[in-house]
């Protein structure tokens, strides 16, 4: 059994920042590579930032850049994404997911991604 659980999501007023967790059970996280995707209403999903096996490497889109910040924990088997300043268009269902085919554990891209948490909600208004 391999599942992702996120957690974390809510409803905050803009500005506001939330702390959002992947866990994961039935497997282990640290030599994988794992991503965050979001999938806002009427829009496709994209994926938003990426973390590295070893947490050394990661990856940004340019809208979150500055205030989105990946983290994993691979004691605890759980990443981490810390948003803050959260803008209205940050609105979305926020997903984690674990690249279990790239050996080497890098961020090699937002196409790459097969085991897929449930997503958490994240609603920014006022």
């Known amino acids: 059994q391999l599942q992702l659980v996120e957690s974390g999501g809510g409803l905050v007023q803009p500005g506001g920042s939330l702390r959002l967790s992947c866990a994961a059970s039935?497997?282990?996280?640290?030599?994988?590579?794992i991503g965050w995707f979001r999938q806002a209403p009427g829009k496709a999903r994209e994926g938003v930032s990426c973390?590295?096996?070893?947490?050394?490497?990661?990856n940004y889109i340019d809208s979150v850049k500055g205030r989105f910040t990946i983290s994993r924990d691979n004691a605890k088997n759980t990443v981490y994404l810390q948003i803050d300043n959260l803008k209205p268009e940050d609105t979305a269902m926020y997903y984690c997911?674990?690249?279990?085919?790239?050996?080497?554990?890098?961020?090699?891209?937002?196409?790459?991604?097969?085991?897929w948490g449930r997503g958490t909600p994240v609603t920014v208004s006022s």
């Open positions: 039935g497997f282990t996280l640290d030599i994988y590579a």
């Open positions: 973390i590295s096996k070893g947490g050394d490497g990661t």
């Open positions: 997911a674990a690249d279990i085919f790239g050996h080497e554990g890098t961020c090699r891209g937002y196409n790459y991604f097969e085991v």
